[in-house]
């Protein structure tokens, strides 16, 4: 989607070394969410945010940290990357955080060697 | 834990039939369902949504209908394409989404 872009695309890193993948938004929408992406699991929420520096944990939130310093940009980090979080990462925007239909980045596929 | 399932990883179904795709959930806190389609490479995009207070929406070739009593949503799609042929997530809203595991509808020619 052209409002909502995610950096990088493809990520291949090593186990126990620290990863930051970016969404950015050009849609002025105050919450940002992430979500990983597993078979069998489906979407799985990891994190979001509700304001410029306003974050919550969402059900799988081990293991990562985010940051939003900026409307348009919400960063999340894996301290120290585990073969467990291999995934596929998404991004998603919302304007008001109910019952909308999310808006989602095309996702960054991680992979832990 | 998981609050929105669908049983079904996989449908197929010929051009022009019904396609009818199942969801269930436990938590009878939801007030607001959606279904979500993805195609490979991309990311989700919102296909169609009902509040809790209704039993059913249409929208073109996409109706969702709801069962609260049974904590049961469905999406019909009449009649199915080729295009449609996808992974289907359904998910349901409190204070946050939860999404089902998904299911992947082929559509054959």
């Known amino acids: 989607d052209a409002g909502i872009t995610q950096s990088p695309r493809h990520k291949v890193t090593e186990t126990g070394t620290p990863v930051t993948l970016r969404c950015h938004q050009t849609?002025?929408?105050?919450?940002m969410y992430w979500y990983r992406q597993d078979p069998g699991h489906g979407l799985r929420l990891i994190h979001y945010?509700?304001?410029?520096?306003?974050?919550d944990k969402g059900e799988v939130s081990d293991g990562y940290s985010v940051s939003r310093s900026k409307t348009e940009d919400f960063l999340l980090t894996l301290e120290s990357a585990t073969s467990s979080q291999t995934s596929v990462y998404f991004c998603?925007?919302?304007?008001?955080?109910?019952?909308?239909?999310?808006?989602f980045g095309s996702g960054t596929r991680l992979t832990v060697v | 834990d998981q609050q929105v399932k669908q049983n079904s990883p996989s449908l197929s179904v010929q051009e022009g039939r019904i396609s009818i795709l199942n969801c269930d959930y436990t938590?009878?806190?939801?007030?607001?369902f959606l279904w979500y389609k993805k195609y490979p490479a991309e990311g989700p995009t919102f296909l169609i949504s009902?509040?809790?207070?209704?039993d059913k929406n249409e929208d073109g070739r996409f109706t969702v209908f709801l069962n609260k009593s049974a904590k049961h949503l469905s999406l019909h799609i009449v009649p199915s394409q080729p295009g449609d042929s996808a992974v289907y997530f359904c998910?349901?809203?409190?204070?946050?989404?939860?999404f089902g595991a998904g299911t992947r509808l082929t559509v054959k020619p």
């Open positions: 938590n009878s806190m939801f007030d607001y």
């Open positions: 009902i509040s809790s207070i209704k």
């Open positions: 945010s509700y304001g410029v520096k306003d974050t």
């Open positions: 998910a349901a809203y409190n204070n946050d989404m939860r």
């Open positions: 998603a925007i919302s304007p008001q955080g109910r019952s909308y239909g999310y808006t």
């Open positions: 849609e002025n929408h105050r919450y």
